[in-house]
């Protein structure tokens, strides 16, 4: 079981996780993004409810879904042995079929720790309002 640093420390270690996935979806190399996510990522969107890791890697790869920005400030992140929680507050700007689209979310990543590196197994999208 991993030992959880402390508070501040759990904070700047996930958000330095979160900004390294941001920056990979911003690139919109499904590569770079794949290496942030597990082999079952599922994402969950107010819209379309869940969402399998290759319909989006699809989307991004076809050109169907671009991000020209995402940012993302953790709030909360917890430690559970190999799981983790992490929660905040972020938005992101891009097109979808060719139309503009925006978001200011409330996101929740679950993270699972596999040979030493954290892999997002799930995220999560709520509408921030």
Excluded at 11 to 20: C, G, M, P, T, V
Excluded at 53 to 73: F, N, P, V, W
Aim: charged fraction near 20%; glycine fraction near 8%; aromatic fraction near 6%.
């Amino acid at each position: 079981m991993t030992t959880a640093p402390a508070d501040g420390e759990v904070l700047r270690a996930f958000q330095a996780l979160e900004d390294r996935f941001n920056d990979a979806m911003v690139s919109n190399d499904v590569q770079r993004i794949a290496q942030c996510i597990s082999e079952d990522w599922t994402l969950v969107t107010p819209e379309k409810g869940p969402i399998s890791r290759e319909a989006i890697l699809h989307a991004i790869a076809s050109g169907m879904l671009t991000h020209d920005s995402m940012t993302k400030q953790v709030v909360r992140a917890s430690v559970y042995g190999d799981m983790a929680v992490v929660t905040g507050r972020g938005s992101n700007t891009g097109t979808f079929r060719g139309e503009p689209i925006s978001a200011d979310e409330w996101i929740t990543d679950v993270y699972r720790q596999v040979q030493g590196q954290w892999r997002c197994v799930l995220t999560h999208l709520a509408t921030a309002g």
